[in-house]
């Protein structure tokens, strides 16, 4: 298969791609607390991992809701960007639209913490009983 006119593969455009996605990832930890705020209680959920020897597959659920946890997070903090740009004047369903954004981060770090509570509440009962 060939590529469109004017959009043949660019080894050098994939790399400087990588350069714009580690720029956002800086720009939202550099500005939005909830983005940080996730990013501690993940390298803590990390340290606990490697304390209580979590198996693979557990490392495996836990890296994937918490990747899902971070990933909205930047993806709520676009959304709501987005909104007030198009309107920066308060109007109902812009406000829904930031509500819902919101309102999936939420769902996903509720469902984070109920999944990390199955994981590693039988390795925190066995420290203490230990």
Excluded at 47 to 54: E, L, P, R, V, W
């Amino acid at each position: 298969m060939q590529a469109p006119a004017g959009k043949r593969f660019s080894l050098r455009q994939r790399i400087r791609s990588f350069g714009f996605a580690f720029k956002g990832i800086a720009r939202v930890f550099g500005s939005q607390h909830n983005f940080r705020i996730h990013v501690a209680v993940f390298a803590l959920v990390v340290f606990a991992g490697f304390f209580f020897g979590i198996s693979p597959a557990e490392w495996c659920i836990v890296l994937l809701v918490s990747a899902l946890v971070l990933c909205l997070e930047i993806i709520n903090t676009a959304m709501e960007m987005t909104v007030d740009i198009i309107s920066p004047e308060f109007r109902e369903k812009a406000g829904m639209i930031k509500d819902l954004s919101a309102a999936a981060v939420l769902l996903a770090a509720a469902t984070s913490v109920i999944t990390g509570l199955i994981i590693f509440g039988k390795y925190i009962l066995a420290f203490i009983h230990s």
